[in-house]
């Protein structure tokens, strides 16, 4: 038997939800989704579920990750019941479920909580900036030295083990015989979803919002490999120091549309941002600038005589790897990626089975 959480619309506003209880389950929603089939009714099952209080089901389910919020079922809703700012803060909320430090949901739910995590750190880089006594070479030597860490560190002791415990409960849990085989075949859409994000492309309005994104994925991987491997800020190779230039800029443009859209609130995508909505596009967007303006201060030569930039682009960078990545918004790209994955997974075993019986 189901276990009911009578209290679950409460815990869920906190994650910026609306008012799912408005919901009398008309079905213009489920109408109007692309993802709606005759098995499940999209996204009607989740709001459901959520007004009812079954959160142990949308723990399990991978439905709220296959939404990419292209805003028609709130704006054809006539309760203003705001599916598809639901279905956002129940991936807000599921990542929370996922993470086994807990610090994404005090971070989802408590804006006191995430600038005091901010400030901490950016005290600490400015610290560490006074030890070495803003000597450039020694700072800008350790904060590489970070950034090649952080990667590793921040996968395989954080987002790794939330993906694992993601497979858990929507994959093993259900008791699907799932063949290891499959696991191999598969990661082909593991791959494409994940730099490609191309189930943006089912919405009717989504094609220049997919082609954005798409961008900004090349860009920000692009920089970073640039930066941490090709180490942009020391090489002396003109091909990469371009190369750098590019992908910073790319960055930057891209995510002052998104800021600029965020303003403007043009679309029902834009009408409701959470604040971790804003760090991610605020914090791409700082990152991106600093690290274009720190590469001009090394260009023109005047770096050692401000450091404070690199301290300032260091401060960006530190947050963001150690905030945003392993417990903001940054995680709905790994998390979306492996839900498409664990669901090709479940659909192939599924189809075994059936054709086994």
């Known amino acids: 038997m189901a276990r009911i959480n009578p209290e679950f619309t409460d815990e869920l506003k906190k994650y910026g939800a609306f008012d799912a209880n408005a919901c009398y389950n008309c079905g213009n929603c489920t109408a109007v989704c692309t993802l709606s089939t005759e098995e499940n009714s999209f996204p009607r099952k989740m709001v459901r579920y959520s007004v009812l209080g079954l959160d142990d089901e949308i723990e399990s389910s991978l439905d709220p990750w296959l939404c990419y919020y292209c805003g ?5 809703c006539p309760r203003e019941a705001d599916p ?5 803060s129940l991936r807000r909320w599921l990542i929370s479920k996922y993470d086994w430090t807990g610090l994404s949901g005090l971070l989802y739910r408590s804006i006191a909580f995430s600038i005091t995590a901010f400030l901490v750190l950016a005290a600490l880089v400015i610290g560490f900036g006074a030890f070495k006594r803003f000597n450039v070479e020694s700072v800008m030597h350790y904060g590489h030295l970070f950034e090649m860490a952080a990667i590793s560190l921040v996968f395989l002791f954080i987002l790794l083990p939330n993906i694992i415990h ?3 409960l929507t994959v093993h849990k259900k008791g699907i015989k799932t063949p290891l085989s499959a696991y191999f075949t598969s990661l082909g859409e593991l791959f494409v979803h994940m730099f490609t994000q191309k189930r943006t492309l089912g919405c009717d309005d989504n094609q220049v919002r997919w082609f954005e994104h798409f961008i900004l994925v090349l ?6 490999f640039t930066t941490v ?3 942009w800020f020391s090489t002396q190779s003109m091909f990469v120091i371009i190369l750098g230039y590019v992908e910073s800029a790319v960055i930057f443009v891209v995510t002052f549309d998104f800021v600029r859209r965020r303003i403007q609130k043009d679309k029902e995508i834009s009408k409701h941002s959470h604040p971790s909505d804003w760090f991610f596009v605020i914090w791409l967007f700082l990152m991106g600038l600093t690290a274009f303006v720190v590469r001009i201060f090394i260009d023109t030569d005047i ?3 401000n450091i404070w930039i690199y301290l300032v682009h260091m401060i960006i960078l530190v947050q963001w790897a150690l905030l945003i990545v392993p417990f903001g918004k940054w995680t709905h790209f790994l998390y979306r990626s492996f839900a498409m994955y664990f669901e090709h997974i479940l ?3 599924m189809l075994n089975t059936k054709s086994s019986e």
């Open 72 to 76: 028609e079922c709130s704006t054809t």
């Open 84 to 88: 598809g700012e639901l279905m956002m």
């Open 166 to 168: 993601m497979w858990w």
């Open 219 to 224: 860009g920000y991987l692009g920089l970073l």
């Open 229 to 231: 491997f090709l180490d």
């Open 303 to 305: 770096l050692n005589n």
């Open 347 to 349: 659909q192939k075993s």
